[in-house]
């Protein structure tokens, strides 16, 4: 709720100004945007002919923006949308012909500290890093200030406890959190644009999807998804996102 | 502003202010909420911050430790003992919570600072008087309809042509905050109620609940301004709140005089000098040393040299004027106590540096390495030996 538009300069405007904000103020609050990245050699080699993929604990939830913009989690939502997109996904990967390994869970009977468990929690810890340092304003001094730099990050050759447990080459991580506009939050959104006093955000789809080699630990693709339009509730949107997410990935 | 705007904005309202009206689920034990409700939307939230939570480090993991702190819940809970999964948290401040799907986090700090089993019992039971009246979801309903209203009022206060709709705003921003804040208060109170019921129930002395709140709130008044705050941060009126404990524990026409068995002092023994570490580690000395005070003046203390070794680790560290030397005190002091740590003697050492002293620093380094002929510094300190004493120590 902050960040409103001054709108006094509008008024002037006329029923014509008036039109063209609220036009405006929708056509605003819906883009969509993916940024790649993926590590220099797999970039240059790229091939990755027959080889397979895991899908390993994709992290899902769902939240409705309530008309504060408050996020409350929704379980039924979360719960569809944890079938559907690891479900398109595997649609996607299947059209490629990548040999596809059955989605990995770290068994809960392991322990905390098993080997599994704490790669997962480092593939997390990474993730967070590259995003901080890839994609936000924070660049690294050992890394220089350019974001668009190629990937150089690897989780190291620990990660071979994930290729004995499921046998595949790759493993893909997807977390996607996205959010709906509930009818309060469009009411307000219609009058905030009706009284020129600002453009309130709507529902957002955020998603990160990364892929790490099993071999080496490397990172080698890593894709940002923000979006306006994006709709996990029904198979069609789930297959739309799926696409988005897996957008440049090798394979 | 247009008739069928004021009127967009009037039914508006009432739509938001209607969703405030939703009824508790009536908590049967092992009851789970609907998926469909807000509440079933909180415990999945929750349940991924849960599986987090089991693969922290901060995680104290020990068996026995743990076992002894679930059997005391179960106590307290009851027939909800299924419902409640406890956690305890290696964190050095004294705090205990509560999320409305069952986890209860325990923190160290809180370990330490409960003298007794019935202090312990206490705040255990206060966090469950949290879980059975429902409080994390009536505050998010609050939060959530508190907020919605202000958003509109936000809007309108905007879109008014009046100069003073922004400072009508204000006001209205500030009550609404006040009133989510009295509404938690109201929470607490409610929980110290059932902590307080229960124990009297269970046959625990009434008065260690006040007690507890009253050793808490000293070392608050203790507190180094300049650091965080405790938990009475979020948690304010504790004045009022020991005084009505206090009352209702003195009205008590029979009260039980248990403070629990030795159970307590067994389970939590083994990780009071990894937490009194912890604890000096939070840099807030005032504090500490009230704690100190507090720990060493218990009825059954058995390790009094363990106790008077942090209190000169506080002054060691701190190093205001004087703390040289008390720092030296102290360690003497824990040197005729029981329970003091081999590593009394090097820090002991490193004191009588600060003051220029390099013989008798040598004599308790040289004591140290008896103590602990395979100690890992043990090259530090035979270098450190035959290194002259510098104007500044560190």
Known sequence: MQAYVSGAGMRRWGNFGRALFVLCALVLSACSSTHVRTDA????????????????????????????????????????????????????????????????????????????????????????????????????????ASRRKPLSWTLGPGVSTIREQTGADYMLTVIVRDSYTSTGRAALMILAAALQVGVLQGGQQFGVATLVDLRTGDVVWFNVLSDSLGDLRDDEGAQATATKLLKGLPL | MFPMLKSLLVSLAIALVGCSSQPLRT?????????????????????????????????????????????????????????????????PYFNASMAPNGVMQVWTGALLRAENEAQLGFVLGHEIGHFLGQHSIKQWRRTKDTANALSLLQLIAAGSPS???????????????????????????????????????????????????????????????????????????????????????????????????????????????????????????????????????????????????????????????????????AYVAALDLPGYPAETLRDLGYAFRRVQDTESANRAFADYLAARPKADDRALIEHLMQEPVRTHED
């Open chain 2, 27 to 91: 908590m049967e034990p092992g009851d789970r909420p609907a998926e469909h409700t807000d509440e079933g939307g909180l415990w999945d939230a929750l349940a991924e911050s849960e599986r987090a939570l089991q693969r922290s480090p901060l995680l104290v993991r020990d068996e026995a430790l743990n076992r002894y702190v679930n059997g005391l819940v179960c106590r307290y809970a009851g027939e909800y003992c299924k419902d409640i999964r406890v956690y305890i948290v290696r964190r």
């Open chain 2, 163 to 329: 100069a003073n709709a922004g400072d009508a705003f204000d006001v209205a921003l500030f009550a609404a905050y006040a009133s989510l804040f009295k509404y938690s208060r109201d929470h607490e109170r409610e929980s110290d109620q059932h902590g307080f019921e229960r124990s009297v129930a269970l046959g625990y002395d009434a008065n260690q609940g006040w007690k507890l709140w009253q050793a808490l709130l000293a070392e608050e008044n203790a507190r180094d301004r300049r650091k965080p705050s405790s938990v009475f941060a979020t948690h304010p009126a504790t004045e009022e709140r020991l005084t009505t404990l206090r009352r209702e524990a003195e009205a008590l026409a029979k009260n039980g005089d248990g403070t629990g068995g030795a159970e307590f002092n067994e389970a939590l023994r083994p990780f009071l000098t990894t937490w009194l570490a912890d604890e000096v580690q939070r840099r807030n000395y005032p504090q500490t040393l009230v704690l100190l005070d507090r720990l060493q003046s218990r009825p059954d203390v058995r390790n009094a040299g363990m106790l008077a070794y942090f209190r000169g680790e506080v002054f060691r560290k701190r190093r205001a004027p004087g703390d040289d030397k008390r720092a030296i005190d």
């Open chain 1, 41 to 144: 050699e797999f970039d240059v080699a790229r091939d990755l002919g027959g080889k397979s993929v895991v899908l390993v604990e994709p992290s899902i939830q769902l939240f409705e923006m309530q008309a504060s913009g408050l996020m409350e989690p929704r379980a039924d939502w979360t719960r569809a949308a944890r079938d559907r997109l690891p479900a398109a996904i595997n649609v996607i990967l299947a059209e490629r012909q990548a040999n596809l390994k059955p989605e990995y869970r770290v068994p809960a009977e392991l322990p905390a500290d098993a080997k599994p468990r704490q790669v997962l929690a480092l593939n997390e810890a990474v993730i967070n890093t590259i995003f901080t340092h890839s994609y936000l304003h924070v660049p690294l001094p050992t890394r220089g």
